[in-house]
């Protein structure tokens, strides 16, 4: 993911915000569920209350126009029997306190016969609640207000109230851990057709530029449609730009020779000098340009191929013998010779192509810049599961201050100069080999006489 500008992560950025939805709604939970259990044990509580006004109110009767209480045992022991809370109770017939705490304070104005009515009042220091029930008697003919009030203290209704909160919030706490796996799996299912999609693209061999037709989801078909749409484009630029290298390889180099043997022809022809010098300067720059057009072609071609390397298997040795064969007749020019020291096969896989053309430029090279009537040798060898190619010259070998830098494009040695050449062959050399899983080394001999360049290659 080198040089890609990131904004941010889709699957966190969805895991937040379906955590932060998870969040939200279990604290919902934790409130709904504490104000629905608080309200629930108010309510029992309230009935309970209720249900002992209601029998202490029963149990009131009027004997010869008098007015008794017989409490009854179970008015009272149904509240100790909800929690130990102190229980208080009072009983008033108009302003007249019969029975109880005459201290408990009393509804104003009092509700009505069918409407009881529920306080939290303090009463001796305490957080009491209070039902208060009325019925309306007639005593010697007269009208009047019965009310009857039963308080209990808070204590054990709050202790049950925190019990149910701790209850809610575990509850809040189980639901939010659910919901964050869920969210993240959730957010992993959400971007595995996406993750998919890049895999299967990644997993692609680079000259595999079929449109992406497997199923995705609706919200990925944009995604995919220009993905394809890019694709289709870049194999027909790939396409052109192969014919075009093909074709310029032959357009440039075709006239440039047919130039240069018109040109020799020409030079048989004249006799004087300064004519002939003419010439001969013309057929340098004809071979610099020749040499210099089919190197920045055979360039382009490697970086071509490089990024569509297909791999066959290859034979160095093989590959090599045809190599110095059709360049025998160049170096018997200068009474170069050739030596090719190879016994057994040396097979690796590659790009023949590119391995041809890497090993043609570093023997030309060599034949190049040798001296006449010396030795060029071209060694293969086994080496710790690698395969070597040296090519050793007399041609006085490199610069030492520049060994680092030759590979470079379009760097040459001091050594070079009045040699035809483009500073190339080195630089294609090196990137075929790095393509393969190699290198290129380069040293000068022991006695300094000359230089030697060597590709390595992993063994097939």
């Known amino acids: 993911m080198s040089g890609v500008r990131l904004s941010g992560s889709i699957r966190r950025r969805l895991t937040l915000q379906l955590v932060g939805s998870a969040a939200i709604l279990a604290a919902l939970l934790f409130v709904i569920v504490q104000t629905f259990t608080r309200d629930l044990a108010e309510e029992t509580h309230d009935r309970i209350l209720l249900a002992s006004a209601t029998s202490i109110m029963d149990a009131v009767s009027i004997r010869s126009g008098e007015v008794t209480v017989d409490l009854p045992y179970a008015a009272l022991s149904m509240l100790s029997n909800v929690s130990d809370d102190r229980v208080f109770y009072r009983v008033v017939l108009g302003q007249e306190t019969l029975t109880g705490y005459p201290d408990l304070p009393l509804p104003e104005p009092l509700p009505g016969d069918d409407d009881p009515l529920f306080q939290t009042l303090d009463f001796k220091g305490e957080s009491v609640r209070v039902a208060t029930a009325v019925r309306r008697l007639s005593q010697n003919g007269v009208p009047t207000h019965l009310a009857i009030s039963v308080a209990q203290t808070r204590t054990g209704q709050v202790e049950r109230l925190d019990a149910l909160s701790r209850t809610a919030l575990m509850l809040g706490a189980g639901f939010f851990a659910v919901a964050v796996l869920l969210a993240v799996w959730a957010a992993q299912s959400s971007i595995r057709p996406l993750r998919d999609l890049a895999g299967m693209v990644a997993r692609r061999g680079p000259k595999d530029l079929r449109s992406v037709t497997r199923p995705v989801p609706s919200e990925m078909a944009p995604l995919v449609s220009s993905l394809n749409s890019f694709i289709e484009r870049l194999r027909l630029s790939l396409s052109r730009s192969e014919d075009f290298i093909a074709e310029a390889a032959h357009r440039v180099r075709t006239p440039l020779a047919t130039v240069r043997t018109q040109a020799e022809n020409t030079l048989h022809r004249i006799e004087r000098p300064e004519n002939r010098a003419a010439l001969r300067e013309m057929i340098r720059a004809i071979d610099e340009s020749s040499r210099a057009a089919g190197q920045l072609l055979d360039h382009a071609m490697v970086s071509f191929r490089v990024d569509s390397l297909e791999r066959s298997p290859v034979d160095l040795t093989e590959l090599m013998h045809e190599l110095v064969d059709r360049l025998r007749p160049v170096a018997d020019l200068k009474d170069i010779t050739l030596e090719l020291e190879a016994t057994a096969p040396h097979p690796i896989l590659g790009d ?109």
């Open 352 to 460: 023949p192509i590119l391995v041809q053309n890497a090993g043609r430029n570093l023997l030309d090279n060599a034949i190049k810049y040798a001296p006449d009537e010396s030795l060029v040798r071209v060694a293969l060898n086994t080496e710790g599961g690698m395969q070597t190619v040296t090519i050793c010259d007399q041609a006085g070998g490199f610069p030492t201050d520049q060994l680092d830098q030759l590979t470079e494009r379009f760097v040459r040695g001091r050594n070079a100069e009045g040699t035809i050449g483009s500073g190339l062959g080195l630089t294609i050399a090196r990137e075929v080999a790095e393509a393969h899983g190699g290198r290129l080394e380069i040293r000068n001999t022991q006695d300094g006489a000359g230089a030697c360049v060597t590709l390595v290659f992993p063994s097939a």
